[in-house]
């Protein structure tokens, strides 16, 4: 813990310099501030905890930088499910050890409305697993992810093209309201067991509220999800958080995305197949893995979540992601 504070102490001080940490703005700097000519790396390789400020607070984020990547380098931004945190993503993903492979840094926030011993994040318009919307006080996640975009951003000298965000279960959903609202900032999205396109409609839970994602530009998204999930049902459920199902979350992203082709359909494995779209605007593709038996859990994880279904070992989630981000830089 010494030593985690140190880096974070050493981090704010390194932030401060180039003018990251000292703004609370929830604004973002333009991109060309998040990989300038003059831009150096003010993060060694490993892992750390970054202090972002926002509204009169610091929030350690956990950033790990691989040993090799490029002078501009691609960032992901990994949000943790309900009850969770940073940490727990990052064991879960496992994308570290895929950012040591491919020379992208991975981000790992953590929201900030307490859950069950961890923490939750204040999707727009939507209640949290407990059943309550967020209080009115409640951290404004897609500012506060914004923030964190641009003060990481700065620190690792990100390509302004190649900012990605996945997310599981919850974070999923918050992922999903990112590219609805910040795809001036974000190339593409993937999610696992969590994709939306904007909230379900509080008329009619079995169709998505149409003016609550209407992003800036064609945003290229893939979703993962067990047809077995009973957290984030594949076919939907009535509850406002999560509502309409997974086929009419990735229809609907092929819609705002202007596909043409689609959905193509190709069995990746005994228990997984693949639903594409394709020839859309931007080249922004929308992609589902569907996982036979699947449960609320994220394809080719190590870590033991039987508790949630059944895991597959069938495909790897974190790799599929990130060749799927790779193909993808915005445009």
Request: charged share 20%.
């Amino acid at each position: 813990m010494r030593r985690m504070r140190s880096v974070a102490l050493g981090v704010a001080a390194a932030l401060a310099v180039v003018g990251v940490a000292g703004a609370a703005s929830a604004g973002a700097a333009p991109p060309r501030q998040l990989a300038s000519a003059s831009c150096h790396a003010q993060l060694a390789a490993g892992t750390h905890a970054v202090p972002v400020r926002f509204q009169g607070r610091a929030y350690d984020v956990r950033v790990h930088v691989p040993a090799d990547r490029p002078r501009r380098v691609p960032v992901v931004l990994d949000l943790h499910g309900s009850g969770a945190d940073g940490a727990a993503q990052a064991a879960i993903s496992g994308l570290d050890a895929v950012a040591d492979e491919n020379g992208f840094v991975v981000v790992e926030p953590t929201a900030a409305i307490a859950l069950n011993g961890g923490w939750a994040w204040n999707v727009p318009g939507v209640p949290t697993t407990a059943g309550q919307l967020p209080p009115a006080d409640a951290r404004d996640d897609v500012a506060f992810l914004r923030a964190v975009i641009a003060r990481v951003g700065a620190a690792v000298c990100a390509d302004a093209r190649r900012v990605y965000a996945t997310g599981y279960s919850g974070g999923g959903r918050m992922a999903s309201a990112l590219a609805c609202r910040l795809a001036d900032r974000l190339a593409a999205v993937a999610t696992v067991a969590g994709l939306r396109a904007g909230r379900p409609s509080p008329q009619d839970t079995s169709v998505p509220d149409v003016a609550d994602c209407t992003p800036s530009r064609p945003v290229p998204v893939l979703e993962f999800h067990g047809d077995a999930d009973y957290t984030n049902p594949y076919l939907g459920s009535t509850d406002l958080r999560w509502g309409y199902t997974v086929p009419v979350a990735v229809q609907t992203w092929a819609r705002l995305d202007g596909c043409r082709v689609g959905p193509v359909t190709q069995q990746v494995s005994a228990h997984v197949t693949r639903y594409a779209y394709s020839r859309c605007e931007g080249r922004a593709d929308v992609e589902l893995y569907r996982v036979a038996g699947g449960g609320h859990t994220w394809p080719g994880t190590s870590v033991d979540q039987s508790s949630n279904g059944t895991v597959t070992q069938e495909i790897d989630a974190s790799r599929l992601m990130w060749a799927f981000f790779a193909d993808h830089p915005r445009r």
